[in-house]
């Protein structure tokens, strides 16, 4: 039996047409976290944030925040400076090129995606 809705052909040959939500399962992982991308969106419009700003930025518990902050320092998304002001600890996070560059391609390509398959559902 004939598939009824064959996928749409490409203009220029008689391969099939990438299914248009594939995408989504090749976006970056490591940046399309929800926790993750809370973060690194938190942080785009800063030089650079404290922990309790991102706290309250994100909702994340200090657990919670403190092992996507490590996931995202060894991936070199993010740098994180520590130290101590009298005796009271700080923390400061901020972006780096290469965390900068991928959350923004993260949301350009989102936004594509957006457009691509408005209506197609």
Do not use: C
């Not at 970056?28 to 700003?53: G, N």
């Not at 989102?110 to 559902?121: F, H, N, S, V, Y």
């Amino acid at each position: 039996m004939a598939d009824p809705d064959p996928l749409p052909q490409s203009e220029t040959d008689d391969a099939p047409a990438r299914p248009p939500f594939a995408s989504i399962a090749a976006l970056d992982r490591l940046v399309h976290d929800p926790s993750r991308l809370a973060i690194l969106s938190a942080l785009v419009d800063w030089a650079e944030a404290d922990f309790p700003y991102l706290l309250g930025a994100t909702g994340l518990t200090k657990g919670n925040m403190s092992s996507h902050l490590g996931k995202l320092e060894a991936a070199g998304l993010v740098q994180v400076s520590k130290g101590f002001k009298g005796k009271k600890p700080w923390t400061r996070i901020m972006l780096t090129r290469e965390g900068r560059a991928r959350i923004q391609a993260h949301w350009e390509e989102l936004e594509r995606i957006r457009r691509e398959t408005t209506g197609l559902a």
